[in-house]
């Protein structure tokens, strides 16, 4: 029997469920997977506490890494003992071991735990995604990036200035204002109490800035678009203050005809060779040292419910893990 995480219905932190299981052989074009590390990120709070609808019951969790111990029929490419990792689902990571479809599966080089890939593949292939393809950096550009010593801003931050970027930082206090400076950041303001358009304008001689990366949502979505040059590109790619409210699309006209694009990464890796193409770009990113693991929490999975909690409550910085 391996322990697992069951909700049944949507709500706060006690819907999650700790339950022992069996994990049948796995199926045609399947692996089962014995997790060592499972990813803490995000989107598992809009799913447990319902601003995005999941499958219900079901289990929760996007991205983990471990070792291949069963091999179902009409698999090509992988072997029992094999190192992999995934990152977006199918939902069941919180787990100490899952069936998986292994066309989600990439395997793991050498150099990459198991605990560094849980902290990094979901946060840095949507790093790789916002940088390259949503918004092409080029040297020069100035991004501003919110919630700068978050999980995915970790990653993202040094990438964009290997990239040549100028880039500005949002923080929820001054000691993650000191992370986001050493993760990279040129500038950083606090946002918590003031606003951060004027600012930026500021240091921008007024012009404001090429990109805005959001992830923060209702809190920050004006603010962003105040923040932007003319014809700038505002990428709200998340939602931790709440939903972005409905709003009239000659605001963007108003604001310098602005793009705007809500993207998520299984747009970005929904096929083979797109999966392939991000989790290479971030391998090789790690190879060479621009992005490293910043795991600052771990938490054993039967604790879910507290590192849920603490992220929620915008007490983590960098990366977390569960450890089955
Ligand atoms: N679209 C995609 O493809 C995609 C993929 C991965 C992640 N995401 C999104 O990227 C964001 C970051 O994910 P993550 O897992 O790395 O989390 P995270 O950035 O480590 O944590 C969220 C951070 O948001 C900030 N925040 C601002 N207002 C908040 C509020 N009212 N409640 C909670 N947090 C608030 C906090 O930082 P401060 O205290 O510094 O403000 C908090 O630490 C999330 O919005 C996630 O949904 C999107």
Request: proline fraction near 7%; charged fraction near 20%; include cysteine.
């Amino acid at each position: 029997m391996t322990l697992s995480v069951r909700i049944e219905q949507q709500g706060g932190p006690e819907v999650l469920q700790l339950v022992e299981t069996s994990v049948p052989p796995p199926g045609p074009g399947q692996l089962r997977v014995r997790h060592e590390a499972i990813g803490l990120n995000f989107i598992e709070i809009y799913q447990r506490s319902g601003v995005y609808k999941i499958p219900l019951p079901g289990g929760l969790g996007a991205e983990a890494a471990g070792i291949v111990d069963a091999v179902g029929p009409e698999v090509g490419g992988f072997a029992v003992g094999d190192r992999i990792a995934y990152a977006g689902g199918p939902l069941g990571a919180y787990s100490e071991e899952r069936l998986l479809p292994a066309a989600n599966a990439v395997k793991l080089p050498a150099g990459v735990s198991s605990e560094a890939a849980a902290a990094l593949m979901l946060k840095g292939m949507t790093a790789w995604y916002l940088l390259h393809q949503t918004f092409p950096v080029r040297p020069g550009h100035t991004l501003l990036v919110h919630a700068a010593a978050g999980g995915v801003a970790s990653i993202l931050v040094p990438w964009a200035k290997h990239l040549g970027a100028i880039v500005i930082g949002t923080a929820g206090s001054p000691e993650k204002a000191e992370l986001a400076k050493a993760a990279g950041c040129d500038h950083v303001l606090l946002y918590r109490d003031r606003e951060f358009a004027p600012e930026v304008r500021r240091l921008t001689d007024g012009a404001g800035v090429d990109v805005v990366y959001d992830s923060v949502g209702k809190d920050t979505f004006n603010g962003s678009l105040d923040s932007l040059r003319r014809r700038g590109m505002m990428v709200s790619f998340g939602n931790a203050s709440g939903k972005v409210p409905p709003f009239e699309p000659i605001l963007l006209s108003e604001k310098g005809s602005l793009f705007l694009t809500r993207p998520t990464l299984a747009h970005y890796t929904g096929t083979r060779p797109e999966l392939e193409a991000a989790a290479n770009a971030l391998f090789e990113v790690i190879a060479k040292g621009i992005v490293q693991p910043q795991i600052r929490r771990r938490y054993p999975l039967r604790e879910v419910a507290r590192a849920q909690t603490e992220l929620a409550g915008r007490h983590t910085t960098g990366s977390s893990v569960l450890l089955p």
